[in-house]
Nanobody
Framework: QVQLVESGGGLVQTGGSLRLSCAAS????????MGWFRQAPGKEREFVQG?????????YRDSSVKGRFTISRNNAENTVYLQMNSLKPEDTAVYYC??????????????????WGQGTQVTVSS
């Protein structure tokens, strides 16, 4: 069993920054890939970025966040971060942290993840 607790969401103006945190606890955390997903109102959940605990490779899919969002981790604190810069109104969504034993294309599929956090709201005002 793995528990995930997100924090760091809030209201920010266009062009602002936020850093989301995801604190992980439980067994065999290092065997999971940690992913950030987001879901905007009326839209499907989408993969944002992912990272493994023991590799430097990061995963992203949507080019709209490349160069603006950066995922990182602190292994000593079992915490994963999502630094979000140059935020835009279209980044408004509930952001979720997830853990899954996923590989290949399954990395980008939320249904393949085993554990989820409660979500944190990010609102970017224009």
């Amino acid at each position: 069993q793995v528990q995930l607790v997100e924090s760091g969401g809030g209201l920010v103006q266009t062009g602002g920054s936020l850093r989301l945190s995801c604190a992980a606890s439980g067994r065999d955390i290092s065997s999971y890939l940690m992913g950030w997903f987001r879901q905007a109102p009326g839209k499907e959940r989408e993969f944002v970025q992912g990272i493994r605990w023991n590799e430097d490779t990061t995963f992203y899919r949507d080019s709209s966040v490349k160069g603006r969002f950066t995922i990182s981790r602190n292994n000593a604190e079992n915490t994963v971060y999502l630094q979000m810069n140059s935020l835009k109104p279209e980044d408004t969504a509930v952001y979720y942290c997830a853990a899954g034993r996923v590989y290949g294309m399954n990395i980008y599929t939320g249904a393949k993840y085993d554990y989820w956090g409660q979500g944190t709201q990010v609102t970017v005002s224009s």
